[in-house]
């Protein structure tokens, strides 16, 4: 069982950055895919970015593209989500998940590809 704490969210203005971490704890190893996902009121569960087991410049949503960062830091076990140049758009809970089945596959953006989550944490943007 992998358990997943994300951390960093907060309240920004439009224009401003913000950094996301996921911390994967409980399962001491996870050759996992890990990705990020968020949720608007009302709205369905999005993708906004993954990256494989291997690295690499990761995968993004159309919306998030050129503005939004994902990376990994091994050493630490930590996961990152970048994100710049905010918009009130991006007002979400944002998810950090965890695939273990395709830990090689880059594009795979569905909810249902990912066998982990988290629990959330709220980014606001103001205009």
Same mark, same amino acid.
């Given at each position: 069982q992998v358990q997943l704490d994300e951390s960093g969210g907060g309240l920004v203005q439009a224009g401003g950055s913000l950094r996301l971490s996921?911390?994967?704890?409980?399962?001491?190893f996870c050759a996992c895919s890990m990705g990020w996902f968020r949720q608007? #009121?009302?709205k369905e569960r999005e993708f906004v970015a993954r990256l494989t087991w291997s690295g690499g410049s990761g995968y993004y949503a159309d919306s998030v593209k050129g503005r939004f960062t994902i990376?990994?830091?091994s050493s630490k076990n930590m996961m990152y989500l970048q994100m710049n140049s905010l918009r009130p758009e991006?007002?979400?809970i944002y998810y950090c998940a965890a695939d273990p089945k395709n #830990?090689?596959?880059?594009?795979?953006?569905?909810v249902a590809s990912y066998t982990y989550w988290g629990q959330g944490t709220q980014v606001t943007v103001s205009s």
């Open positions: 996921c911390t994967p704890s409980g399962r001491p608007a #009121p009302g990376s990994r830091d991006d007002t979400a #830990p090689y596959y880059y594009a795979a953006t569905n």
